[in-house]
T-cell receptor, first 113, second 112 residues
Framework: EAQVTQNPRYLITVTGKKLTVTCSQN?????MSWYRQDPGLGLRQIYY???????DKGDVPEGYKVSRKEKRNFPLILESPSPNQTSLYFC????????????FGQGTRLTVV | GENVEQHPSTLSVQEGDSAVIKCTYS??????FPWYKQELGKRPQLIID?????GEKKDQRIAVTLNKTAKHFSLHITETQPEDSAVYFC???????????FGTGTQLKVEL
């Protein structure tokens, strides 16, 4: 089954404790991205990757890091989480041609206390 | 930077009525405009999209129109049903084709 898988689904952590949210897709998609969803703000792009070892900042990259060492995986790293990073996070993937459907993971609800 | 504005933020309609959600975009180079539906607690999923070389696209009860001159596009849902209740996001390709920028979403509620 074609899918994008994120882990964990839910995470509560404390300020400053490094964490990683994993994202994996099995559709051989070149393009992957991370979004955060906050009430009234919609989906805002954090980082995206056009292919292996190619990443770039989205609209809200501060406080986040990513890596793309393999085509299927695109982890999101929070080196020192802060409460303003409490949000719902989605990973998405699509073909190289951006004018195609983006497939989303099931989301990760992160709470930083 | 490029942005996509979406209105209204909430919309209530009676079952069977039509619903219209409108979006405007700023990047004149945008050439792809998808619409995503997000049910409560679920992930966003594509319901319809339109490319800049057409003005309208229809899929059963759902249609999207695009006005490139005015830089706005709209989602039309006819004969609404309770299962249409969800948050709808418009989006546009921006950043030279590298980014998909979303609107802020519309909470649609279809009342019996």
């Amino acid at each position: 089954e074609a899918q994008v898988t994120q882990n964990p689904r839910y995470l509560i952590t404390v300020t400053g404790k490094k964490l990683t949210v994993t994202c994996s897709q099995n559709m051989n998609h070149e393009y992957m991205s991370w979004y955060r969803q906050d009430p009234g703000l919609g989906l805002r792009q954090i980082y995206y990757s056009m292919n292996v070892e190619v990443t770039d900042k989205g609209d809200v990259p501060e406080g986040y890091k990513v890596s793309r060492k393999e085509k299927r995986n695109f982890p999101l790293i929070l080196e020192s989480p802060s409460p303003n990073q409490t949000s719902l996070y989605f990973c998405a993937s699509s073909l190289r041609d951006r004018r195609t459907e983006a497939f989303f993971g099931q989301g990760t609800r992160l709470t930083v206390v | 930077g490029e942005n996509v504005e979406q209105h209204p933020s909430t919309l209530s309609v009676q079952e069977g009525d039509s619903a219209v959600i409108k979006c405007t975009y700023s990047d004149s180079a945008s050439n792809y405009f998808p619409w995503y539906k997000q049910e409560l607690g679920k992930r966003p999923q594509l319901i319809i999209d339109i490319r800049s070389n057409v003005g309208e696209k229809k899929d059963q009860r759902i249609a999207v129109t695009l006005n490139k001159t005015a830089k706005h596009f709209s989602l039309h849902i006819t004969e609404t049903q309770p299962e249409d209740s969800a948050v709808y996001f418009c989006a546009a390709i921006t950043g030279g084709g590298n980014k998909l920028t979303f609107g802020t979403g519309t909470q649609l509620k279809v009342e019996l």
